[in-house]
Nanobody, 123 residues
Framework: VKVVESGGGLVQAGGSLRLSCSVSGLTFHGYAMAWFRQAPGKEREAVSY????????DYADSVKGRFTISRDNAKSTLYLQMNSLKLEDTAMYYCAAAGDPRPWTAENEYRYWGQGTLVTVSS
Protein backbone atom coordinates (compact mmCIF):
# COMPACT_ATOMS: atom_id res chain seq x y z
CA VAL A 1 0.00 0.00 0.00
CA LYS A 2 1.28 3.42 -0.93
CA VAL A 3 -0.06 6.69 0.47
CA VAL A 4 1.49 9.87 -0.93
CA GLU A 5 0.58 13.41 0.08
CA SER A 6 1.32 16.47 -2.01
CA GLY A 7 0.41 20.12 -2.30
CA GLY A 8 2.08 21.52 0.76
CA GLY A 9 4.18 24.65 0.66
CA LEU A 10 4.69 28.17 1.93
CA VAL A 11 1.66 30.45 1.96
CA GLN A 12 0.84 33.78 3.56
CA ALA A 13 -1.74 34.02 6.30
CA GLY A 14 -5.18 34.34 4.77
CA GLY A 15 -4.17 32.35 1.73
CA SER A 16 -5.24 28.95 0.46
CA LEU A 17 -3.72 25.59 -0.34
CA ARG A 18 -5.11 22.32 -1.63
CA LEU A 19 -3.56 19.12 -0.39
CA SER A 20 -3.88 15.86 -2.27
CA CYS A 21 -3.34 12.29 -1.14
CA SER A 22 -2.91 9.56 -3.71
CA VAL A 23 -3.52 6.00 -2.53
CA SER A 24 -2.62 2.77 -4.27
CA GLY A 25 -2.52 -0.88 -3.34
CA LEU A 26 -5.87 -1.00 -1.56
CA THR A 27 -9.55 -0.74 -2.45
CA PHE A 28 -9.77 3.00 -1.90
CA HIS A 29 -13.56 3.22 -1.99
CA GLY A 30 -13.73 0.72 0.87
CA TYR A 31 -11.81 2.91 3.31
CA ALA A 32 -12.57 5.94 5.39
CA MET A 33 -9.92 8.62 5.10
CA ALA A 34 -8.65 11.38 7.32
CA TRP A 35 -6.15 14.17 7.54
CA PHE A 36 -4.00 14.63 10.61
CA ARG A 37 -1.37 17.25 11.31
CA GLN A 38 1.58 17.72 13.60
CA ALA A 39 2.91 21.15 14.41
CA PRO A 40 6.48 21.65 15.60
CA GLY A 41 6.79 20.60 19.23
CA LYS A 42 3.22 19.36 19.43
CA GLU A 43 1.44 16.03 19.24
CA ARG A 44 -0.29 14.93 16.07
CA GLU A 45 -3.95 15.91 15.93
CA ALA A 46 -6.93 14.93 13.81
CA VAL A 47 -8.01 17.55 11.30
CA SER A 48 -10.75 16.10 9.12
CA TYR A 49 -12.53 12.88 8.23
CA UNK A 50 -14.54 11.52 5.32
CA UNK A 51 -16.25 8.18 5.12
CA UNK A 52 -15.95 5.73 2.19
CA UNK A 53 -18.66 7.30 0.01
CA UNK A 54 -18.34 10.96 1.08
CA UNK A 55 -21.63 10.71 2.91
CA UNK A 56 -20.12 11.78 6.21
CA UNK A 57 -17.47 14.37 6.94
CA ASP A 58 -16.21 15.89 10.14
CA TYR A 59 -13.70 18.51 11.19
CA ALA A 60 -11.71 19.63 14.16
CA ASP A 61 -13.21 22.77 15.67
CA SER A 62 -10.05 24.68 14.82
CA VAL A 63 -10.58 24.24 11.06
CA LYS A 64 -14.38 24.18 10.73
CA GLY A 65 -15.59 26.65 8.14
CA ARG A 66 -12.12 27.02 6.64
CA PHE A 67 -11.13 23.51 5.49
CA THR A 68 -13.05 21.17 3.21
CA ILE A 69 -12.31 17.48 2.82
CA SER A 70 -13.30 15.58 -0.31
CA ARG A 71 -12.41 12.44 -2.20
CA ASP A 72 -12.52 11.09 -5.73
CA ASN A 73 -12.90 7.33 -5.52
CA ALA A 74 -12.39 6.95 -9.27
CA LYS A 75 -8.95 8.51 -8.87
CA SER A 76 -8.19 6.97 -5.45
CA THR A 77 -7.39 10.45 -4.23
CA LEU A 78 -8.22 12.42 -1.10
CA TYR A 79 -8.18 16.21 -0.93
CA LEU A 80 -8.09 18.93 1.67
CA GLN A 81 -8.96 22.44 0.57
CA MET A 82 -7.57 24.87 3.13
CA ASN A 83 -8.75 28.49 3.05
CA SER A 84 -8.15 31.46 5.32
CA LEU A 85 -4.98 29.88 6.57
CA LYS A 86 -3.62 30.97 9.92
CA LEU A 87 -0.14 30.87 11.39
CA GLU A 88 -1.29 28.08 13.70
CA ASP A 89 -2.10 25.88 10.70
CA THR A 90 1.63 25.44 10.12
CA ALA A 91 2.30 21.71 10.42
CA MET A 92 3.15 18.50 8.66
CA TYR A 93 -0.09 17.17 7.22
CA TYR A 94 -0.67 13.42 7.00
CA CYS A 95 -3.21 11.37 5.13
CA ALA A 96 -4.46 8.14 6.72
CA ALA A 97 -6.78 5.28 5.78
CA ALA A 98 -8.95 3.12 8.02
CA GLY A 99 -11.75 0.61 7.73
CA ASP A 100 -14.25 2.09 10.17
CA PRO A 101 -12.45 4.33 12.65
CA ARG A 102 -14.27 4.92 15.92
CA PRO A 103 -13.78 7.58 16.96
CA TRP A 104 -12.48 9.04 13.73
CA THR A 105 -9.98 11.12 15.68
CA ALA A 106 -8.13 8.10 17.08
CA GLU A 107 -4.77 7.66 15.36
CA ASN A 108 -4.53 3.99 16.27
CA GLU A 109 -7.66 3.28 14.22
CA TYR A 110 -5.78 4.09 11.01
CA ARG A 111 -3.74 1.37 9.41
CA TYR A 112 -2.16 3.17 6.48
CA TRP A 113 -0.29 6.48 6.61
CA GLY A 114 1.60 8.70 4.24
CA GLN A 115 4.89 10.44 4.91
CA GLY A 116 3.32 13.87 5.12
CA THR A 117 3.45 17.18 3.30
CA LEU A 118 4.63 20.35 5.01
CA VAL A 119 2.42 23.41 5.20
CA THR A 120 4.02 26.62 6.39
CA VAL A 121 1.91 29.73 6.91
CA SER A 122 3.79 33.01 7.17
CA SER A 123 2.70 36.42 8.40
Amino acid sequence: VKVVESGGGLVQAGGSLRLSCSVSGLTFHGYAMAWFRQAPGKEREAVSYINYNSGTTDYADSVKGRFTISRDNAKSTLYLQMNSLKLEDTAMYYCAAAGDPRPWTAENEYRYWGQGTLVTVSS
